[in-house]
């Protein structure tokens, strides 16, 4: 098994529909793994082009409940591949997603409402 690491900042909540039970956000996704077949010699980074992604394996996360999603690409994709010395790779998107949020509007305008953003990945 491949152990990878992630993290993720909100950059933007750019909606909440509460008709449509759902919100749209902007995120930065990064995640990291190592693998030994990358390893190479030197003590410095590899800054990749993000096309080179699909030459690489990277996991194949999703986001639960994600009604639509999308990768930016202005003015080329914003992805980052990164490969270090040791074969970790750093792997960093920019995605906006709108994700269903089920809300109890039963108590409105005294109501609370929280809404999740999960990730998850098959492999």
């Known amino acids: 098994p491949v152990s990878i690491g992630m993290s993720m900042d909100i950059a933007s909540i750019d909606t909440i529909s509460e008709i449509n039970m759902d919100y749209t956000a902007t995120i930065f996704l990064r995640q990291r ?3 030994e077949r990358l390893c190479f010699d030197g003590n410095k980074s590899l800054s990749l082009d993000g096309r080179l992604v699909e030459m690489l394996w990277v996991p194949d996360t999703f986001i639960v409940d994600s009604k639509k999603s ?37 108590k409105y305008p005294m109501d609370k409402q929280t809404c999740t953003l999960q990730l998850e990945s098959c492999k």
């Open 33 to 35: 793994w190592t693998d």
């Open 70 to 106: 999308f990768l930016h690409d202005v003015t080329v994709e914003n992805r980052l591949i990164r490969i270090y010395p040791n074969g970790t790779v750093l792997y960093a998107i920019r995605i906006t997603t709108t994700v269903s949020c089920s809300m109890d509007l039963t």
